[in-house]
T-cell receptor
Framework: AQSVTQPDIHITVSEGASLELRCNYSYGATPYLFWYVQSPGQGLQLLLKYFSGDTLVQGIKGFEAEFKRSQSSFNLRKPSVHWSDAAEYFCAVGPNANAGKSTFGDGTTLTVKP | EAQVTQNPRYLITVTGKKLTVTCSQNMNHEYMSWYRQDPGLGLRQIYYSMNVEVTDKGDVPEGYKVSRKEKRNFPLILESPSPNQTSLYFC???????????????FGSGTRLTVV
């Protein structure tokens, strides 16, 4: 069965500092991996995705993520956080071409200190 | 504007009274899915549909029904709602099968359901 673990429930960083949100997955084949962001009271927005090719992927709003198969990880990074990045972030595996199921992590809430 | 539209945004109902939450997308996406979001539990998949007339159970299908009679619509039906179905519900769609299914979801704005 597929699963996603986001080890950090809550992270606080200062504005301008770098950010890394962790995501570990379990999946039997090549995973299709995604990061989504949810601002308070809003729906979810796709930040970036990985399904093949370059293991470092770029997304919107200056985010990037690196797929590391050996560590079963897909960590999200941003070099300099802005106050507007405060939100909840979700890592997800799937769906893919052959399997419609998708699984989300429990989310990491990011607080940005001025 | 490309979007997924859910209705209603808010709904308070009583135990046992059948209800339907509608979901419609205007992007010609083949894949659609329903999730519920509860504090500390992330998003859990209820049902999904990879194409018209094809639906499958997600991780938490009990107490829910869906149908996919046409590509754009994917309603969520609660035949006999119970208080444990109080939650925030999201509909999502994704383009096509094959490699294009990797496009990621477009989400609706959510439906906050309270069952008393």
């Amino acid at each position: 069965a597929q699963s996603v673990t986001q080890p950090d429930i809550h992270i606080t960083v200062s504005e301008g500092a770098s950010l890394e949100l962790r995501c570990n997955y379990s999946y039997g084949a090549t995973p299709y991996l995604f990061w989504y962001v949810q601002s308070p009271g809003q729906g979810l927005q796709l930040l970036l995705k990985y399904f093949s090719g370059d293991t470092l992927v770029q997304g919107i709003k200056g985010f990037e993520a690196e797929f590391k198969r050996s560590q079963s990880s897909f960590n999200l990074r941003k070099p300099s956080v802005h106050w507007s990045d405060a939100a909840e972030y979700f890592c997800a595996v799937g769906p893919n071409a052959n399997a419609g199921k998708s699984t989300f992590g429990d989310g990491t809430t990011l607080t940005v200190k001025p | 504007e490309a979007q997924v539209t859910q209705n209603p945004r808010y709904l308070i109902t009583v135990t046992g009274k059948k209800l339907t939450v509608t979901c419609s997308q205007n992007m010609n996406h083949e894949y659609m899915s329903w999730y519920r979001q509860d504090p500390g539990l992330g998003l859990r998949q209820i049902y999904y549909s990879m194409n018209v007339e094809v639906t499958d159970k997600g991780d938490v299908p009990e107490g829910y029904k869906v149908s996919r009679k046409e590509k754009r619509n994917f309603p969520l039906i609660l035949e006999s709602p119970s208080p444990n179905q109080t939650s925030l519900y999201f509909c999502a769609s994704s383009p096509g099968q094959g490699a294009s299914l990797s496009g990621g979801y477009t989400f609706g704005s959510g439906t906050r359901l309270t069952v008393v």
